[in-house]
């Protein structure tokens, strides 16, 4: 770590567990996110300010109005032009020490090997569940740690997932749900709650910092504010883990 990254850092290496051994391991580390747009974007942020040394990008598309109110790496400026260079130019002003590799598509059955080879870890934030379970099938085939972060109006939930150690996401779903909508009731601050206990499970898992979860499932009900955990169990039948 040079000088200038020490006084970066500072408020944050004297947190208990973290140190300098913390920050170094974090600045080794690379993290795929798959779709940066509200829960991705507050995810991929903090995880640039934090020191993380390679951030790879997965997003398709152009900038519209109506993602503004969640899309917090992008801006009115950027307005239909493609949203992964806007989301990796903003997390390169926010630390130029991270590098940032940005892919305008998002996560398919063509891609998802080279993207998931690329990285220590993976950060499933995608509306769809054809991409979560995707991402989660090539991280558990590779034995790479993914943290999936997915919301629903006020409801928020976080599953980690250590190949050959926990249930992965396909014991919870072992199928997208039928009539899931593309489109779905979203505030900027719930995607941003959960974007960020993302972020903190990959820092504890990149970092030592702490212990992410483990066979557990997190559920925020933000209208109320309860926090609940509850087990998930390896399915010994599922098609990803199972034996
Ligand atoms: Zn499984």
Same mark, same amino acid.
């Given at each position: ?117 690329? !990285?220590?870890? =993976?950060?499933? $934030?995608?509306?769809?569940? &054809?991409?979560?379970? @995707? *991402?989660?099938?090539? #991280? ?49 601050? !719930?995607?941003? =709650?959960?974007? $960020?206990?993302?972020?903190? &499970?990959?820092?504890? @898992? *990149?970092?030592?910092? #702490? ?33």
């Amino acid at each position: 770590m040079t000088d200038a990254e020490k006084a970066l850092y500072s408020w944050q290496l004297d947190v208990a567990g973290f140190g300098d051994e913390g920050q170094r391991r974090l600045k080794q580390s690379s993290v795929l996110v798959s779709r940066c747009g509200g829960v991705g974007g507050h995810l991929a942020a903090e995880l640039a300010m934090a020191g993380v040394g390679t951030l790879v990008l997965a997003h398709a598309g152009n900038l519209r109005l109506d993602d503004l109110n969640r899309q917090v790496l992008m801006s009115h400026t950027g307005l239909n032009t493609p949203r992964a260079p806007q989301a990796a130019e903003r997390l390169r002003a926010l630390n130029p020490y991270t590098r940032v590799e940005a892919f305008e598509e998002n996560v398919t059955p063509e891609n998802v090997k080279r993207l998931v080879t690329s !990285v220590d870890a =993976v950060a499933s $934030c995608a509306p769809l569940f &054809e991409e979560r379970l @995707l *991402l989660n099938q090539e #991280a558990v085939r590779q034995k790479k740690p993914l943290v999936d972060c997915a919301m629903f109006e006020l409801e928020a939930q976080l599953v980690t997932v250590f190949p050959g150690k926990t249930a992965c996401l396909a014991c919870l779903y072992p199928a997208p749900p039928p009539a899931w909508q593309r489109r779905f009731p979203v505030l900027g601050a !719930v995607a941003g =709650v959960i974007g $960020c206990l993302g972020a903190l &499970e990959l820092i504890k @898992l *990149l970092s030592g910092l #702490a212990s992410p979860l483990e066979n557990q499932l997190l559920l925020c009900d933000l209208r109320t504010l309860a926090f609940r955990r509850t087990t998930l169990l390896r399915r010994p039948d599922c098609l990803v883990c199972g034996k």
